[in-house]
């Protein structure tokens, strides 16, 4: 063979095993850090692969002439470089709140469960009659900030005279962190309850509760603890998903169509194109790593977590017809996301005994609201109305997603008077639908 053809060769032959020497060092590097639960940042895993990589180099170039010595430790020294990336931090790795915003004021409060959070009070405003009770929202995450839009949708409803406050859950937004072990779907059920018992010592009374998503599932699991539930007035439970174990195992069908996949990907920074977060996340999602893992602190990730990380989870939020019109829902200092405690709180729901058999002694009056585009399994929603003998109405909204409330058209003004009406104790908007009765019948017409 002549020389101009086995050089090319030989050095083809090189990079390929170069290539795969690489790539099996990163992959004895990622075992570590999952059979380490990313202990001290990923570098005792590091320190163990760089070691045996260069025992492994030494070794193999032991016969060889010192340029020979040279070459195994080629894809050492970029195994090194691509896996120390994953153990270096890009972002503070203690908490940075969002600032201020400038339209409502932050106030913290210190719960009798220990949690510190971040509270927010829209009294009423308008010309139109003051409703007594207060108003508590519960948004989704589980941990994460209330939204701009989400604030937007609370005026709106203290410009009804409603006397609205809201608070970001334990280690969302504004609120403090707490240990990763101490997130539960039991504790955020306790934080309501110790909240709105600290309304009650303002002298408030009793409180209506507006529960959204992952907050409507802590409310129906309010409703099923008496001592929780007798300090509720009303309750209005939005797109709930899966209130216990048994129901999170349900795979059932969605509502209509949502925009996933069709609207446009959403812009701006993502963590995971950073090694460290990819790795983590990516680690997370799988159940490779746990929420309280040593390779990225809580405070650390939720620094690091972007909107854009979120995919199509928002678009999954939207008709398909809104597709190319997905409103922005909150700014880039605004936004808050603790993917960890977010997954602790997940898993401690979906550990959890069937709920129904608490549920079914539920006396607080309670209203079900259901998306014509909902991306939450429809059994996750008509549970509740099975179980919940309080569940006084149910409101199916036609033209919209998950997030009922987004500021396209006059959404933001249907949802507000479906809730106003049924705290007002007044006719319902919209029909009644889908009864008890009406269950398999809404099930298998997919609506």
Request: charged share 20%; net charge positive; with cysteine.
């Amino acid at each position: 063979m002549p020389p101009s053809v086995r050089r090319p060769l030989r050095f083809l032959g090189l990079l390929l095993v170069s290539t795969a020497a690489t790539t099996g060092l990163t992959a004895f590097f990622l075992a570590l850090v999952i059979a380490t639960d990313g202990a001290g940042s990923g570098f005792p895993a590091w320190s163990a692969t760089v070691g045996a990589a260069i025992v492994a180099a030494l070794w193999r170039g032991r016969r060889r002439s010192w340029r020979g010595r040279l070459l195994p430790f080629l894809p050492v020294l970029v195994a090194a470089a691509l896996t120390l990336s994953v153990c270096v931090p890009t972002v503070p790795t203690t908490r940075r709140h969002p600032p201020a915003l400038p339209f409502v004021t932050t106030e913290h409060w210190r719960l009798p469960t220990g949690s510190r959070v971040a509270v927010y009070h829209y009294p009423p405003t308008g010309s139109g009659p003051r409703h007594r009770a207060p108003l508590v929202y519960l948004n989704g995450g589980p941990v994460r900030g209330i939204s701009v839009l989400d604030h937007h949708f609370l005026q709106r409803l203290a410009g009804q005279g409603h006397d609205v406050y809201a608070y970001e859950q334990a280690g969302g937004g504004r609120s403090d962190l707490l240990p990763m072990d101490q997130y539960s779907i039991t504790r955020s059920v306790h934080d309501l309850g110790a909240f709105v018992g600290e309304l009650g010592k303002l002298g408030k009374g009793r409180a209506d509760v507006l529960g959204f998503s992952s907050g409507a599932v802590v409310l129906t699991r309010a409703l099923a603890d008496p001592a929780v539930a007798a300090r509720l007035r009303r309750a209005v439970i939005a797109e709930p998903g899966p209130m216990d174990g048994p129901t999170a195992r349900i795979a059932g069908r969605q509502g209509r169509p949502s925009a996933r996949d069709i609207a446009p990907a959403m812009t701006g920074p993502r963590s995971t194109h950073v090694p460290r977060y990819a790795v983590t996340f990516g680690l997370l999602r799988l159940g490779l790593l746990s929420p309280g893992n040593g390779l990225t602190g809580q405070a650390e990730g939720d620094n690091a977590f972007t909107a854009a990380d979120l995919g199509s989870d928002t678009a999954s939020a939207y008709c398909a017809r809104d597709a190319h019109r997905i409103p922005v829902e909150d700014t880039a200092r605004n936004f808050s996301f603790s993917a960890a405690a977010s997954l602790r709180v997940q898993r401690t729901i979906e550990d959890s005994p069937s709920l129904t058999p608490r549920l079914r002694h539920s006396r607080t009056p309670a209203m079900l609201m259901i998306a014509e585009c909902s991306s939450q399994v429809r059994q996750w929603e008509t549970a509740v109305l099975a179980a919940d003998p309080a569940v006084r109405r149910t409101q199916y909204m036609p033209g919209v997603g998950h997030h009922m409330w987004n500021g396209l058209d006059d959404n933001d003004r249907r949802a507000a008077a479906v809730i106003t009406a049924f705290l007002q104790d007044k006719p319902a908007p919209l029909p009644d639908y889908p009864a008890r009765a009406d269950i398999p019948a809404f099930l298998r017409d997919h609506k």
